[in-house]
């Protein structure tokens, strides 16, 4: 994780050693996402996969080669954002995050949000933009509904833009979402000419 200081060393290493669910006695590793915290944007996944387990790092699989070309086609690199996952442990199979793991781990995710301070929060998925858009009391949609659309709310760090989008993943068991997540990065891009990534 490249967030700097005490307080970001001391939640790696809390993630890291997490024994808080039953994720961590399948783990090969906790994946507590990385980015620099000078970045005015947060990706937002739902949980490690089979790739991501063996490195360590978030969106390390196919899934991730989309994810790297979607963001390059709004001119951004993971260098200019903080990315990580709702869960920091792969569920066996790549399931469904279960409920009580999502309560176990989420003050991760609430506790990184406050360290890098984001200006915009692109939770990628359902999974994740219900954790996220809960959190903010915006009510539950499908991500049919909601995808590429820009939520504008106040976190105590100040104005936030949740732009929620279909998970990368998506793409390679549906090809015909390619379009419209490009289409959704491409409004991202536009968001974002507002405040540049630093």
Do not use: W
């Amino acid at each position: 994780m490249s967030l700097t200081g005490e307080e970001a060393r001391v939640l790696e290493q809390e993630i890291l050693a997490c024994t808080r669910c039953r994720l961590a006695s399948g783990r090969k590793h906790a994946v507590p996402g990385e980015g620099p915290a000078t970045s005015c944007i947060l990706l937002v996944g739902e949980a490690p996969g089979e790739q991501e387990d063996r490195t360590g790092r978030p969106f390390a699989g196919r899934a991730g080669t989309v994810l790297d070309s979607l963001l390059a086609s709004a001119g951004l690199s993971r260098n200019d954002l903080f990315i990580t996952n709702v869960l920091k442990c792969r569920p066996p199979k790549n399931r469904d995050p279960r409920k009580d793991e999502i309560k176990a781990c989420k003050p991760y995710l609430d506790r990184q949000i406050g360290l890098v301070c984001p200006s915009v929060i692109v939770p990628l998925g359902r999974f994740s933009a219900a954790v996220v858009m809960g959190q903010f009391g915006i009510p539950g949609k499908k991500i049919s509904e909601i995808h590429g659309m820009a939520f504008p709310v106040d976190a105590p760090h100040g104005p936030v833009t949740i732009f929620p989008v279909y998970h990368p993943a998506a793409v390679t068991h549906n090809p015909a979402l390619r379009e419209q997540l490009a289409a959704d990065f491409r409004h991202l891009k536009e968001i974002l000419t507002d405040s540049p990534p630093e």
